[in-house]
Structure formats: structure tokens, C-alpha cells
């Protein structure tokens, strides 16, 4: 029996998190000048919460100041913009996030296009997407969940250029710009979504999967080619009557045929979740050297 590596995106995000510390301790230490996040959550949604207050925490201990603004349900959509505006023109603020969804009578893009290009930290400006698709252009920012699943790649070992992947998912937030991401990297690349005939077919010849369809264990073992490496984003919760939250979370990969069949696997959760925190934070990190000492790369 095959036996798959396990991509432990746990301990890759910490071994990322204490980079970034080091980072900008140095920053500071040279500078003067910390990195600063702004955190932006409209509402109250629980999930939203969660993730926002994860986010904030993890500023504090890289040593990034976290600027929290939490807006009320109501807020209308040209109260939100001014303070999108506002965070834009203050120098302290490196990086903006808003957090999503936002509620039904706030346009979403409107927001999102409205946050300067050298502060989008979430890579979802058009601008940074647009740069993302095109040959010869760099985008500032690479959307966080993305990039995520490219640094698991590569401090796996696993090599792109050349290779077959296939992405599993079309969104803006993760299988469009994933895709975008590996085509850079030199892979040929195919999109399978909820229109795609026959997509065991196509996900078995790929040497890369990245699953981002949200449907749980949908890629069983024997749609995987024997050594491919599986990136699992999926992220669901099934009921298990055994646990006392009354569910778990799985994947959009059968972790367990994976393991029998792939070259590596991630681990839902502890693979890609981890990770994508991790990306914000170094996302923040370049803002701040971008505009404290004229750091150019993104
Ligand atoms: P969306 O629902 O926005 O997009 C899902 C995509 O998958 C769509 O493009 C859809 O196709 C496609 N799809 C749906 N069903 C199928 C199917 N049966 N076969 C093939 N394609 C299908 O989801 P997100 O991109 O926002 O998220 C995807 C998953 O990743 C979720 O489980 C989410 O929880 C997780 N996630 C995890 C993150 C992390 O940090 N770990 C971050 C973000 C998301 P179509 O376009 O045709 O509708």
C-alpha cells in the first residue's frame, strides 16, 4: 500500500508565523515603525466573528497593530466606503481588510474596489486580479487562500513547472485565482465546476489537485492518480452524532482513499486553513515595507 506524505500546514504556518515575527521585529527595530492591519467586520454573523477575532489575534503576536472596526449591521454602504476611505489615507495602516460576506444592501465589489491597490491585503481589487491573469504583469497582493496552497506546494517539495493540475471550483476568492497562480507557475491547467462532464476523468490525470468546490469528500481515492499531490481548501461541516459539537469538518477530498493513492495530502482541518492566515499576515508584512522602505516584490 501506498503511503501518502501529509502535508502539515499546522506546523508550516508556524514555522511562517515565527518568519514573520522576526520580520518585523526587525522592521521595527530599523524603522521605528510597525505594520498595521485594519480589520473591518460589519455585523454580527458568528462564523465572520470567528474568523475576524483569529485574524486580529494573530496580528498581535507577530507584533502587527491591529486597528478594529466593527460596524453595525445597518451601516449603509457610503458610511462603510468613507471609512474605507479614511483607513486608506492614514500611514499607519498598511493593509485593509473587509471582511465578507457583507450584508444584502452593501455591494460587495463597490467596497472592495474602493480600498487602495497598496492596501489590499486580500488581493480582491479587480486591479490586483487583472494584473494576476495577465502575462508579464505582478499583481501587489496574491489573494491569501491561493497563495497558500502554492508555499504548501513548495515547501512540500513538489514541483509545478510542466505539471498537469487541475482545479477543482471557479470562485474569485479561491479556484479562479488559484488557477491563475499555477498557470504563472508554469503548469498546464484545467478548471472542472459545476458544469464539467465527467470530472473523475479529468481530476484522475492531474499530477496537482487543488479541491475548492465545498463539497465533502467528492474526490474519492480512486479519481486520484497514483502520486499526484492533493490540495485539500474544502472546508465542510457533516453531522457526527458522536462528537459533541454534533459535527465534524471534512474536506472535498476522501482524505483516507487519498492517503492510499496520492504522493502528498492535506488534512481538512490542518492543511490549508492554517495557512491562509499566515498569507495575510506576510501580505501585511510587504505592504508595511513597501511603504516604510520602498520594498518593491510582492
Ligand atoms: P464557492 O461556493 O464560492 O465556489 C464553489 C466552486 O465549486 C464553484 O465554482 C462551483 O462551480 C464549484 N462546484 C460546486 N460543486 C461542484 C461539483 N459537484 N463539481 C465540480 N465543481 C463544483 O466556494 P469557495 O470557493 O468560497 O470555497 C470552496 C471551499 O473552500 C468551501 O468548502 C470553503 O469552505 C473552503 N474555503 C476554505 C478556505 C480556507 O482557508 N481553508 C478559504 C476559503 C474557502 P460553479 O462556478 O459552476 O458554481
Known amino acids: 500500500d501506498r503511503k501518502a506524505t501529509i502535508i502539515d500546514g499546522k506546523a508550516i504556518a508556524e514555522t511562517i508565523r515565527s518568519e514573520i515575527a522576526d520580520e518585523v521585529r526587525h522592521l521595527s527595530q530599523k524603522h521605528g515603525k510597525v ?6 467586520i460589519v455585523g454580527s454573523r458568528k462564523d465572520s466573528q470567528s474568523y475576524v477575532s483569529m ?3 494573530a496580528c498581535t503576536e507577530v507584533g502587527i497593530k491591529s486597528f478594529d472596526i466593527d460596524l453595525p449591521e445597518q451601516v449603509s454602504q457610503s458610511e462603510l466606503i468613507g471609512k474605507v476611505h479614511e483607513l486608506n489615507t492614514n500611514p499607519d495602516v498598511h493593509g485593509i481588510l473587509v471582511q465578507l460576506p457583507l450584508p444584502k444592501h452593501i455591494n460587495e465589489e463597490k467596497v472592495l474596489s474602493e480600498i487602495s491597490l497598496e492596501k489590499d491585503v486580500d488581493g480582491f481589487h479587480p486591479l490586483n486580479i487583472g494584473k494576476l491573469a495577465m502575462k508579464g504583469r505582478d499583481p501587489l497582493f496574491l489573494p491569501c487562500t491561493p497563495k497558500g496552497c502554492l508555499e504548501l ?3 512540500s517539495g513538489v514541483t509545478i513547472k510542466g505539471k498537469k ?3 477543482v471550483g471557479r470562485s474569485n476568492i479561491v479556484g479562479l485565482p488559484v488557477s ?14 459545476s458544469h464539467t462532464y465527467d470530472p473523475e476523468s479529468i481530476i484522475l490525470e492531474a499530477d496537482i489537485i487543488i479541491a475548492a468546490a465545498g463539497q465533502p469528500m467528492m474526490i474519492k481515492g480512486s479519481w486520484i492518480k ?3 499531490a492533493v490540495i485539500d481548501v474544502g472546508t465542510n461541516a457533516i453531522d457526527d452524532p458522536s462528537r459533541k459539537s454534533g459535527y465534524r469538518l471534512v474536506g472535498d477530498v476522501d482524505f483516507k482513499e487519498a492517503c492510499k493513492v496520492a504522493g502528498w495530502v492535506t488534512p481538512v482541518p490542518g492543511g490549508v486553513g492554517p495557512m491562509t492566515v499566515e498569507m495575510l ?12 522602505v520602498g520594498f518593491r516584490k510582492s
Not at 505594520?35 to 473591518?40: F, S
Not at 504563472?184 to 478548471?191: F, G, L, R
Not at 499576515?281 to 516604510?292: G, H, Q, S, V, Y
Open 35 to 40: 505594520p498595521g492591519l485594519a480589520v473591518v
Open 55 to 57: 485574524k486580529r489575534k
Open 153 to 155: 506546494l513548495s515547501r
Open 165 to 167: 493540475a487541475v482545479v
Open 180 to 193: 491563475l497562480l499555477l498557470l504563472k507557475a508554469d503548469a498546464t491547467v484545467t478548471i472542472v465546476h
Open 226 to 228: 497514483p502520486g499526484a
Open 281 to 292: 499576515l506576510k501580505n501585511t508584512l510587504d505592504a508595511a515595507k513597501r511603504a516604510i
